[in-house]
């Protein structure tokens, strides 16, 4: 069983930065594609940036190219999303999630487990 801790949410004003950490534990973290999405009340759940097992490869939605960063380290079993330039579009419930396979994804229904979430709201 995988389970999955984010934090680094908070309150940021329009134009700031925060960075999310989601740590793992139990599970075959290194070989496994891990992703980020977020829900905004009221919204569906989206996708936001994912990252394949091993690194190297990502993959962003359009709305936070060039802003949002998603790496991680496996010797700590943590993955993280450095956001960049927020708008107040960004504010959110931020999940982390994880998936058995390698390859990331941009499906929810791909992924095996999920954090609890962490808030970050944007002023504006």
């Known amino acids: 069983q995988v389970q999955l801790v984010e934090s680094g949410g908070g309150l940021v004003q329009a134009g700031g930065s925060l960075r999310l950490s989601c740590a793992a534990s139990g599970g075959a973290f290194s070989s496994s594609a891990m992703g980020w999405f977020r829900q905004a009340p009221g919204k569906e759940r989206e996708f936001v940036a994912t990252i394949w097992g091993f690194g190297g490869i990502t993959k962003y939605a359009d709305s936070v190219k060039g802003r949002f960063v998603i790496s991680r380290d496996n010797a700590k079993n943590t993955v993280y999303l450095q956001m960049n330039s927020l708008k107040h579009e960004d504010t959110a419930v931020y999940y982390c999630?994880?998936?058995?396979?390698?390859?990331?994804?941009?499906?929810?229904?791909?992924?095996?487990?999920w954090g609890q979430g962490t808030q970050v709201t944007v002023s504006s």
């Open positions: 999630a994880s998936r058995s396979g390698r390859s990331g994804s941009s499906r929810l229904y791909e992924y095996d487990y």
